[in-house]
């Protein structure tokens, strides 16, 4: 299905449980600050995205409400989804394996001499 509109996701914060994202609808000049994507777990085996919430006195009520059946949730569900994987995969520990075995000779580190 090709897309119906101009979507960029980008990772606020990482979360205890999950990322903060903000997304961006640029083609309808809108902007959701505060959707929590959740990765799949032990508890949980599907991805899971969240609207932006906010407590009052207690309750938390939604910011922005989708029909999570039209292309705009969707869209935003699977950019949410994209940027989280991303910024996974490249937060990653990188191992380097192709450092040679002979022995490091400092005369040829500048120490500032």
């Known amino acids: 299905m090709p897309k119906l509109h101009n979507i960029e996701a980008r990772v606020h914060k990482p979360l205890p449980t999950g990322y903060r994202v903000k997304v961006s609808i640029l ?60 910024y996974l995969e490249e937060s990653r520990d990188v191992v380097i394996d192709d450092i040679s075995d002979e022995p490091i000779n400092f005369d040829d580190i500048p120490f500032g001499k």
């Open 27 to 86: 083609d309808l000049g809108m902007y959701i600050n505060g959707c929590v994507v959740m990765p799949p777990n032990g508890d949980h085996p599907d991805w899971a995205v969240y609207p932006p919430k906010q407590n009052v006195f207690g309750r938390y009520i939604s910011i922005v409400e989708f029909n999570k059946k039209l292309p705009l949730w969707i869209e935003v569900n699977e950019a949410c989804i994209e940027e989280v994987k991303k």
